[in-house]
Each structure stands twice: as C-alpha cells, then as structure tokens.
C-alpha cells in the first residue's frame, strides 16, 4: 500500500483576516469560502495541498497546539515579514542539521518552523 500524503491542514484563528495576512507573507494566496451554511473562511490550494483558516468560535476550537512547518527560500530574508505582520520570533534563525532553521508564532499563537536547505 502506498504512503498517504498529506492533502488538507486547517487552523482555526479569532481573527482569519490577520492569519491570512501573515501566511500570505510566506508566499501562500488566499480566497475566500464559504460551503453551504459553513463559516467564511480562507483557502489557499497548492499543488499538493490545501491550507485553510477558520474562524475560532470559542476556546475549545483552538489549534495552537499544533505546530506547522514550512521549507522557505531565505529564511533571514523572511522574518522580518513575518514580525511585520504581527509574528513573534520564538526560537531566531541558526544553521542545524535539517538547514537553517527559526520558530515564529503566528499572530494568533500558532508555533510555526521554518527551515531553508
């Protein structure tokens, strides 16, 4: 049987305006939805995988507990974007085993790493 490939993360924010302008500055491009009755919520469908932001109804839907991960191009280049829009650098830049590599929290407390081969 072949491996199962991730195809679909959802986060949930109280505020997906300020989410989606902050995964915007990682290169991601949003639109936004709305299924039947569902809440409007943002999209943002790649390739391989769709990456989707709802809004948080109360704090039992809270997501920031999971952590995300993102390959980027230029990391250093990236993080001041990233502070520019509400992000908080958790752990700076520094080189490891896995490339260079920082966690920012998002600005609705999701820990994101980021890592450039």
Do not use: C
Not at 57 to 73: C, H, P, Q, W, Y
Not at 75 to 87: C, N
């Amino acid at each position: 049987m072949p491996a199962a490939t991730l195809n679909l993360v959802v986060i949930r924010s109280p505020d997906i305006d300020k989410s989606a302008a902050f995964y915007s500055a990682l290169g991601l491009t949003f639109e936004k939805h709305s299924h039947g009755n569902g809440p409007e919520h943002y999209a943002s469908q790649g390739d391989a995988m769709t990456f989707e932001i709802y809004p948080e109804t109360d704090s039992s839907s809270s997501t920031t507990a999971t952590r995300l991960g993102f390959k980027v191009a230029d990391l250093d280049a990236l993080l001041p974007l990233l502070v520019e829009k509400g992000g908080r650098i958790a752990s700076p830049a520094k080189d490891s085993s896995w490339g260079r590599r920082a966690v920012v929290v998002d600005p609705t407390g999701h820990k994101v790493e980021l890592v450039q081969k």
